[in-house]
């Protein structure tokens, strides 16, 4: 592979996470903004990255447990999942809905 041509493929590697950035809806953006500020100490937020508290489900994994729609509920009455490690959390119906928002990105 010509080193101009290996070049390229890393421009377009690196420029890819931007796009997909650009691609999300504001809802999207303002549930990303609010996982990272408020859940990401624990869980992995993103497709890849392991969770930083390794009990906490990474969110890209939640769907296959659960409709990730059936969280709104749970976000807007405040989740507590009985684990003592898990602040218990209650969002505006809002902030629940572009939460969901973000998360049905991690399925695509
Ligand atoms: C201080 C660490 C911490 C923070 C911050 C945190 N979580 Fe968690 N979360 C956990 C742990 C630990 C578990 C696993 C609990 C268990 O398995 O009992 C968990 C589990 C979950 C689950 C799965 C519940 C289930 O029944 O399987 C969801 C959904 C969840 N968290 C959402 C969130 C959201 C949304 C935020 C941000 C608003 C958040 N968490 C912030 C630690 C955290």
Do not use: W
Request: hydrophobic share 40%.
């Amino acid at each position: 592979m010509t080193s101009r041509l290996f070049n390229l493929v890393m421009a377009l590697y690196l420029a890819l996470p931007g796009v997909a950035a650009a691609q999300m809806s504001p809802s999207e953006q303002r549930g990303q903004t609010f996982v990272r500020a408020n859940c990401s100490n624990c869980h992995a937020i993103d497709r890849v990255s392991a969770s930083p508290l390794k009990v906490a489900p990474p969110f890209r994994e939640l769907h296959r447990r659960y409709p990730v729609e059936s969280f709104q509920e749970a976000l807007l009455e405040g989740i507590r999942t009985g684990h003592v490690n898990m602040p218990e959390f209650r969002l505006d119906p809002d902030q629940a809905s572009d939460v969901v928002a973000y998360l049905k990105t991690l399925e695509r």
